[in-house]
């Protein structure tokens, strides 16, 4: 029992430890157990990754063989992790190979096409959320506006009031981009560092115990 539940939540706490404590003493000894954590990362990251495609074919295997709605996608991505495995292994991944000219032609093409897809989304979204109906919404709108007028060519047309000595629209786009968005986003990046801190001492001192599954 105590090798089930104890004993992770003592490697837990004594590696937080550890690791909180040489970040904030310029040693060596505190570089040679950063390095070596490193190292060990490495080796537990190659592990994991055995053990996520062991997990991958064993769901797409058993898609195939129960012939459930679309196993033949499920096929086809056995064949493609299979084929891109041997040409890596007789190939290598350097540049100008057929690893690399697989992955450029295809998965990299496939990619671009899903994101572009999800433009006309953003595009859904912000018309939704760009409706007038309130201060905010106004002061949003507003703001997205100018920002892509100032992010295009035509932005230094419409800046006809520059005559007058006002900023043009690229020269506010960028006062919005830098000022108050880069306040929001730093706010944001406080919040987050914030919540990962308390779930960083959650974990170490063994409040939190999900990673140790229904146990």
Not at 46 to 70: A, C, D, E, Q
Request: glycine share 8%; aromatic share 14%.
């Amino acid at each position: 029992m105590f090798w089930k539940k104890q004993f992770p939540l003592v490697i837990v706490f004594v590696m937080g430890v550890v690791m909180a404590v040489q970040y904030f003493i310029p040693h060596s000894a505190s570089e040679f157990v950063y390095d070596n954590y490193l190292k060990w990362g490495i080796t537990i990251g190659i592990f994991g990754h055995i053990l996520g495609y062991f997990s991958f074919f064993r769901v797409h295997v058993m898609k195939v063989k129960k012939k459930t709605p679309n196993w033949g996608y499920s096929l086809l991505a056995i064949f493609c992790a299979i084929g891109m495995i041997i040409v890596a292994a007789l190939d290598g991944r350097g540049t100008g190979g057929y690893y690399m000219n697989i992955y450029l032609y295809t998965s990299a093409a496939i990619n671009a096409t899903v994101f572009s897809l999800l433009a006309f989304y953003i595009s859904s979204a912000a018309y939704r959320a760009f409706r007038a109906r309130s201060v905010q919404a106004v002061a949003l709108l507003l703001a997205a506006i100018i920002v892509m007028l100032g992010r295009v060519p035509i932005g230094n047309y419409v800046s006809v009031w520059t005559a007058i000595g006002l900023p043009s629209t690229y020269d506010i786009s960028q006062w919005i981009l830098n000022v108050p968005n880069m306040a929001a986003k730093r706010a944001i990046a406080l919040g987050v560092g914030l919540g990962s801190l308390l779930m960083t001492l959650k974990l170490i001192l063994g409040i939190e115990r999900t990673y140790l599954g229904n146990q």
